[in-house]
């Protein structure tokens, strides 16, 4: 079994920044993805940044703004959220796509929130 664990948000005024943090625990082999959602009050959950080996991807409301980059030794993703303003206020989560010994499989973290206030 893995878990996820995800720490660093918290409450900020906007234009300022915070850093995620999500770390995988348990029976690893390889981790072929990471990436981070959100999900705001009455809205569906929402891509906001992923990385694999070869690549990183962005919603566009984030672009310039936000940085992904992972630790592969640590297992651990990074969501570096720069210039913060109050619509990316909302529950983040971690999502890794996790091979073990026997299958590949998608697990979530339990979520953290970022308050941007204005």
């Known amino acids: 079994q893995v878990q996820l664990v995800e720490s660093g948000g918290g409450l900020v005024q906007a234009g300022g920044s915070l850093r995620l943090s999500c770390a995988a625990t348990g029976s690893i082999f390889s981790i072929n993805y990471m990436g981070w959602y959100r999900q705001a009050p009455g809205k569906e959950r929402e891509l906001v940044a992923a990385?694999?080996?070869?690549?990183?991807d962005y919603a566009d409301s984030v672009k310039g703004r936000f940085t992904i980059s992972r630790a592969n030794a640590k297992n651990t993703v990074y969501l570096q959220m720069n210039s913060l303003k109050p619509e990316d206020t909302a529950v983040y989560y971690c999502?890794?796509?996790?091979?073990?010994?026997?299958?590949?499989?998608?697990?979530w973290g339990q979520g953290t929130q970022v308050t941007v206030s204005s």
């Open positions: 990385i694999t080996s070869i690549s990183t």
């Open positions: 999502n890794a796509v996790v091979r073990d010994t026997t299958r590949i499989s998608a697990y």
